[in-house]
């Protein structure tokens, strides 16, 4: 049964830090690349990290460089959004997503044709 499921959010603190998770079922993930993506109320869907099949190579926008960090585990399947710093705007829906190597269109949801259901963080003090 093919599978893809986020996990990790929750309500924290400004300051605190986060590690979402992505696992895959039943495919390969590895064969992918990997796309965060998030959403807050009322905006549009917007492109976090992106970690590529082809050579590990990783990108981030430039509201999370320094503070997240997307990382991949094959042996388990699964692909990781390690978030640091947290603050109050990056609460939102934070969705993963996979694809054949989008290459330079990592951060474009419409690039994406298989999305998981979403995971909510909440910072707020």
């Known amino acids: 049964q093919v599978q893809f499921v986020e996990s990790g959010g929750g309500l924290v603190q400004p300051g605190s830090s986060l590690r979402l998770s992505c696992k895959a079922s039943?495919?390969?993930?590895?064969?992918?690349?990997v796309g965060w993506f998030r959403q807050a109320p009322g905006k549009e869907r917007e492109g976090v990290a992106c970690i590529s099949n082809v050579d590990g190579r990783t990108n981030y926008a430039d509201f999370v460089k320094g503070r997240f960090t997307i990382s991949r585990d094959s042996a388990k399947n699964m692909v990781f959004l390690q978030m640091n710093n947290l603050k109050p705007e990056d609460t939102a829906v934070y969705y993963c997503a996979f694809d054949f190597d989008v290459g330079s269109a990592w951060s474009r949801a419409e690039y994406y044709h298989h999305w998981g259901q979403g995971t909510l963080v909440n910072v707020s003090s």
């Open positions: 039943g495919f390969t993930l590895g064969y992918y690349a």
